[in-house]
């Protein structure tokens, strides 16, 4: 798609629904991914027209936004639609009005959404039928569901998919029915992840933990409250993303040097050992990811093959290591624990090369490297 900004289409919504979605209306909402789509402020053909009547996930709004002449019908009516003239999109106006299907599509592509078309969703990493429904005051709250886990992400970590999904989910309800931004909740987490990082310095690690927990929750609903009201911006990314890459390394660090006040000190060649193995496995592990990255068009290492996606669940990272260090508290012993994460990581480390050599070979001996999300397989 061109990137100049006159050859991008505008953007209205067209009904007046009083049914607020995460407190939004489906006007500021629809301006809100139009300004974050680069799209003109104005209404005037090529134009992107939004049913105030129905509610979407963001990707739908995207993937019409780049195929001009697109119509993504509910019920037989336009609930989303891509108009290249000022005729289609009188039409198009007339058929919302109206509630009924569009008199003429001419060459117009008519998706309907009952036949469940299914489209890349780049962000997230995964090929879907995102969310799309009539919004009433008696389905916002299924709405709000749809729009929440429509945010997560196709591949994570086994406690952000499975343990409190649920529990953000209610947080960031409160967040947006208070006004709380996306910013606001980084700034309460990463408190709480440097008061987690002087907890496990000091031994108090169930105290760690809890508020590591209440970070690690935060992490997710920071993420989810910017995309469910559409509030992402360059510098919350920046400040989420900058603290989930930095803290680790020294969570592991002063969990080790907390050792002391409960008489498990390492020695000085075995606490070198873990953290050299911990520290330098974090890096390298990182590494092969980006390398991945330059080497196959962006694609994610942990999205190629389906196993790939199942290790993601457990692979050395933050939330598994946590895990690992919890089950090692259960019997009061946190040095076997940081003596585990440093044994995880490495093998962790060398799962990931031998990924990246297969997909290495696999590509010289003639293969393409694909998302297995993308192609939709189960």
Wanted: charged share 15%; glycine share 8%.
């Amino acid at each position: 798609m061109n990137t100049d900004n006159h050859s991008k289409p505008g953007s209205e919504t067209v009904g007046n629904n009083p049914t607020p979605l995460w407190g939004l209306t489906m006007a500021e909402r629809t301006r809100r991914l139009a300004r974050a789509a680069g799209l003109r402020d104005d209404d005037i053909a090529p134009v992107v027209i939004a049913n105030a009547n129905v509610a979407f996930d963001p990707a739908w709004f995207r993937h019409v936004a780049e195929n001009p002449g697109l119509v993504l019908t509910l019920g037989g009516v336009p609930a989303l639609a891509h108009a290249r003239t000022a005729e289609e999109a009188a039409a198009i106006r007339r058929a919302i009005d109206g509630g009924g299907p569009l008199n003429t599509t001419g060459d117009a592509t008519v998706l309907a959404f009952e036949d469940k078309p299914t489209i890349t969703n780049k962000q997230l990493r995964k090929r879907e039928t995102p969310f799309l429904m009539a919004l009433t005051p008696q389905s916002v709250r299924q709405a709000e569901r749809a729009s929440y886990f429509g945010a997560y992400k196709g591949v994570t970590d086994i406690l952000t998919k499975y343990l409190w999904p649920e529990w953000a989910l209610v947080l960031t309800r409160l967040a947006a029915k208070c006004g709380i931004t996306p910013n606001m909740v980084t700034a309460l987490g990463a408190f709480l992840c440097v008061a987690a990082t002087f907890a496990f310095a000091y031994g108090r690690y169930w105290e760690g933990m809890a508020m590591g927990l209440g970070f690690m929750v935060l992490d997710t609903v920071d993420g989810k409250l910017a995309r469910c009201t559409i509030t992402s911006s360059w510098w919350g990314n920046i400040f989420d993303h900058g603290i989930d890459l930095v803290h680790p390394p020294f969570w592991w660090w002063f969990w080790a040097t907390g050792l002391v006040y409960w008489g498990l000190a390492l020695d000085t060649t075995t606490f070198w050992w873990v953290q050299g193995a911990i520290q330098g496995g974090y890096i390298v592990q990182r590494l092969i990811e980006g390398i991945f990255i330059r080497s196959f068009d962006g694609l994610h290492i942990h999205v190629w093959r389906k196993f790939d996606s199942q290790f993601r669940l457990i692979t050395a990272r933050r939330n598994p290591n946590m895990v690992i260090l919890f089950v090692s508290m259960l019997f009061s012993r946190p040095d076997l624990g940081i003596i585990a994460v440093a044994w995880w990581t490495v093998l962790s480390c060398a799962v990931h090369l031998v990924q990246l050599i297969h997909a290495r070979i696999f590509v010289a001996r003639g293969g393409t490297i694909t998302s297995w999300l993308a192609e939709g397989k189960a």
